[in-house]
């Protein structure tokens, strides 16, 4: 059964057909609040709650847009709620904060984990629309169009948002960037 | 096309997301221009980079039972909530409509009897108290009045205010 026969199903009473839902879902919806709120235990039960909220609410979705998409928008507004709510540091962390590369030679053995770290703590130092913007495109390979429907703004903003964190993000992140790649 | 808009535009051509005219321009730009060429390396590597350090964690085994747990605590409390509602409106509608329409028979008849008023004292001051006295009867005012002296109740009552009265023990 398709997605649209599940929905359909689902609307006409039959609740057994949310569990595929949440199966085709879980995963990404998972880590998308990971990839927000850093944290595996927050990231599962944020994704519950989502999925409660789904379920709670799917009776009044109307397929004028892609189930995922608004799927995606109810993941994407609970996890700023919660980051607002936490008052994180981790979104406004300053440029200093990071550690500085060496001067001569970027160092570039450095450990996977520590590599990580540094892209983690680069990405959740933008600001919070720029961050999202980054997350939802090269983490959930969301096109712009879809992007725009799940934050609410026009695709050209979409493509201001992830300009200015590209932007930002090749300046913390230089010495880590090959220059003759492509 | 200007370098200025070029860089501008790189991310969105690196994304698969510049339309077919824009893609055309901002291709022979890059094969002529060295500093947008190596922007573009610069972005697409970065993208690279952004996608290879991508951490995905798992859900655990129990996610689904936990959710379907969740599920029915909700779905009990909402039935709860229901009822209550259900319950409140079977008394709060009716007890609301009777108040409503007692409201408006008042506030009628209270404008009736100014209006009336109103206009037999703009016609004919001087029947203004046979109109008065009308109004008083209609809204049963006149039950308020002291009865006539030569009447039961005029008697009685007199009775009750002399016995009252301290020559009257």
């Known amino acids: 059964m398709d997605e649209t026969e599940l929905i359909l199903k689902f609307k006409q009473g039959d609740k057994s057909t949310f569990r595929p839902l949440v199966e085709k879902y879980q995963d990404s919806v998972i880590n998308t609040c990971y990839r927000f709120l850093r944290n595996k235990e927050e990231a599962e039960e944020a994704a519950q709650e989502v999925f409660l909220k789904v379920y709670l609410s799917l009776d009044s979705y109307q397929p004028k847009s892609k189930f995922s998409t608004w799927l995606f928008k109810i993941v994407v507004n609970f996890c700023l709620n919660k980051l607002r709510d936490k008052k994180k540091s981790l979104s406004f962390q300053l440029e200093e904060d990071l550690p500085s590369p060496p001067e001569d030679q970027p160092d570039r053995s450095l450990e996977k984990e520590e590599l990580k770290r540094l892209v983690r703590e680069a990405i959740d130092s933008l600001p919070e629309n720029q961050r999202t913007a980054i997350l939802l495109n090269k983490y959930e390979d969301l096109s712009y169009q879809d992007m725009a429907k799940i934050l609410d703004c026009s695709v050209s903003a979409v493509e201001s948002r992830l300009f200015r964190a590209k932007e930002n993000l090749k300046k913390k992140l230089d010495p880590y960037i090959e220059k003759d790649a492509i | ?169």
């Open chain 2, 1 to 169: 096309m200007r370098c200025r808009k070029v860089t501008k535009k790189l991310s969105a051509f690196l994304d698969g997301e510049a339309g077919e005219k824009e893609k055309g321009r901002i291709t022979s730009h890059l094969r002529t221009c060295h500093s947008c060429g190596e922007e573009a390396k610069a972005l697409s590597s970065l993208g690279s980079l952004l996608k290879e350090e991508r951490e995905n964690i798992k859900p655990s085994p129990y996610f689904w039972n936990k959710l379907e747990q969740r599920i029915a605590q909700a779905e009990g409390q909402q039935k709860v909530f229901e009822k209550l509602l259900e319950r409140l409106n079977r008394v709060f509608v009716p007890a609301t409509a009777s108040a409503i329409l007692l409201i408006g028979i008042f506030i009628g008849s209270q404008l009736g009897a100014v209006v009336y008023s109103a206009i037999a004292k703009s016609l004919n001051p001087e029947s203004f108290a046979t109109v008065q006295m009308e109004v008083d009867q209609s809204l049963h005012l006149n039950t308020l009045d002291d009865f006539p002296q030569e009447s039961i109740g005029g008697v009685y009552t007199a009775l009750i205010t002399e016995s009252r009265s301290p020559q009257g023990r």
